[in-house]
């Protein structure tokens, strides 16, 4: 498992094969030129055609947080009458 920050300071973890130095010099190039959304919407996987990847994964609950923060937020936010 190595990890990478992207572009936008998000942390996420790769499954890749130690031995394979070349990949993981490929990805420690690309990656941090890549905002999470970007990866999410499959430009890693456009620039590493020929590449084979394991699985991915956010490394930290950050996007957790957040989601729980902007929920938290709207439902403090008073709301018009009949909703």
């Known amino acids: 498992m190595h990890k990478f920050v992207t572009r936008d300071g998000q ?3 790769i499954d ?3 031995g394979n130095s070349e990949l993981i010099k490929l990805l420690t190039d ?3 030129r890549l905002s999470l959304d970007e990866i999410l919407d499959g430009e890693l996987e456009r620039r590493l055609k020929k590449a084979s990847l394991g699985s991915v994964k956010l490394s930290s609950g950050d996007d957790i947080k957040k989601l729980i923060f ?3 937020m709207f439902n403090t936010i008073s709301k018009p009458p009949g909703f």
């Open 70 to 72: 902007s929920l938290a």
């Open 16 to 18: 890749v094969d130690p």
């Open 30 to 32: 690309t990656i941090p």
């Open 11 to 13: 942390k996420i973890s």
